[in-house]
């Protein structure tokens, strides 16, 4: 079944800046996977950072202005927003959820985007790139355009804290205690989901410069876990789960006095793997802990 570019499958794509910036073969991997799977991307340059929670600590107010700019930037083209962030997906969602549920507030951020010639009405959405391909495309569908099916690999899941919680936000999507959507993700692409415990905790990236030794422990807890269950690599959906189990895996071995080598995958990589294209096109060379030429060699 052909999957053709209609108005339901295009999007107002906010990749975020960790992953323009720090893992941008995770955009560049979204975007040729979109591209085989009929999903238009309009880029808004004039999209800001959602503020990673950082900007909301120090100003809540200058906070929501930002993001309800962007989210109305989106709404003038008439477009759900499409992000592969997870701090993205809850910071947007956040926002979205308390300026339109509160007429109040609505009036007060409007007059801040009267002089930007823009007005937040909160009729569009936000959704993560797993949502999308869930419930927008279908995994049924995806399967039906595998080119390389992951046969063999045991893929351990990793959704990490945001895309789950709060429950308030992002519950209409998953169950925030025992998903399931990444996992049923894996099975469409032909892989073996691996299911284990931790999987929806805090990897400790926002942490980490303020008590690294604690960061490292929490996404080490999670990689020893994946080790002992002999899995082949980890699938996240968030840049910044990838950049704390992957760039900071030597250190989470140190403090653990464990040995760690274990591939870090964006599961947009994942997904142009199965969809056939070659994993030299994917920016796997970017990536610390390397994939094994094992894995490689299946895909070329």
Request: glycine share 6%; proline share 4%; charged share 25%.
């Amino acid at each position: 079944m052909k999957i053709n570019p209609t108005p339901q499958f295009k999007y107002a794509y906010f990749p975020g800046c960790a992953s323009k910036q720090l893992t941008g073969e995770y955009d560049h991997a979204t975007r040729l996977a979109c591209e085989k799977l009929g999903i238009k991307l309009i880029d808004i340059p004039e999209f800001s950072c959602c503020g990673a929670g950082v900007l909301k600590e120090k100003n809540k107010d200058l906070s929501r202005v930002l993001n309800a700019r962007n989210l109305a930037m989106a709404e003038e083209k008439d477009l759900d927003i499409m992000t592969i962030c997870s701090t993205c997906v809850v910071n947007l969602r956040k926002d979205l959820f308390e300026i339109k549920n509160s007429n109040e507030l609505k009036k007060e951020i409007n007059e801040h985007l009267k002089h930007l010639k823009l007005e937040f009405n909160g009729k569009h959405d936000v959704k993560h790139f797993l949502w999308v391909l869930e419930k927008d495309i279908g995994f049924e569908n995806i399967k039906k355009r595998l080119i390389r099916p992951l046969t063999g690999l045991k893929i351990a899941t990793y959704y990490g804290c945001h895309i789950v919680r709060p429950s308030a936000i992002n519950g209409q999507h998953q169950n925030a205690e025992n998903p399931e959507n990444f996992e049923n993700f894996i099975k469409a692409l032909g892989g073996i989901p691996v299911n284990l415990e931790g999987k929806t905790d805090c990897c400790g990236f926002h942490i980490n410069f303020t008590d690294k030794k604690s960061s490292v422990k929490m996404s080490g807890k999670y990689l020893n876990t994946v080790k002992e269950n002999k899995c082949d690599l980890i699938v996240t959906n968030c840049p910044f789960c990838h950049i704390q189990m992957d760039l900071y895996q030597s250190e989470s071995a140190k403090v653990l006095k464990k040995k760690l080598k274990i591939p870090i995958i964006h599961m947009s990589q994942l997904l142009c793997l199965a969809l056939g294209i070659r994993p030299q096109e994917l920016g796997f060379s970017r990536h610390i802990v390397k994939l094994p030429k094992k894995i490689l060699n299946k895909f070329k």
